[in-house]
């Protein structure tokens, strides 16, 4: 009986790491797909109007906004999944 307590207390463990990976794997995609957006709004160059100044502001606002949101579910104590439930 104690070999079957210590046998599902590991098993859970390990599912906790698996969890932890999936979720840190994704906070590194979606940290990597913000970083390609952020690179190709820098390489096309500066805009010409204030109004494309403002528009190129906003999408860098929202960028920041997105790469923040993932580092807050990676941070958050229950996975998302858990919440909903």
Same mark, same amino acid.
Not at 12 to 26: A, E, L, Y
Not at 35 to 59: C, W
């Given at each position: 009986?104690?070999?079957?307590? =210590?046998? /599902? $207390? =590991?098993? /859970?463990?390990?599912?906790?790491?698996?969890?932890?990976?999936?979720? +840190? #794997?994704?906070?590194r995609r979606e940290c990597d *797909? $913000?970083?390609?957006?952020?690179?190709?709004?820098?390489?096309?160059?500066? %805009?010409? /109007? *204030?109004?494309?100044?403002?528009?190129?502001?906003?999408? +860098?606002?929202? =960028?920041?906004?997105?790469?923040? *949101?993932?580092?807050? #579910?990676?941070? /958050? %104590?229950?996975?998302?999944?858990?919440?909903?439930?």
């Amino acid at each position: 009986m104690q070999v079957d307590l =210590l046998g /599902s $207390v =590991l098993g /859970s463990r390990k599912q906790g790491c698996i969890m932890g990976s999936i979720t +840190f #794997q994704d906070w590194r995609r979606e940290c990597d *797909a $913000v970083q390609k957006e952020m690179d190709r709004l820098i390489t096309a160059g500066r %805009p010409q /109007s *204030a109004e494309e100044r403002l528009v190129r502001q906003l999408q +860098f606002t929202a =960028l920041i906004e997105r790469r923040d *949101a993932a580092a807050r #579910q990676l941070l /958050s %104590p229950t996975p998302q999944a858990e919440k909903k439930a």
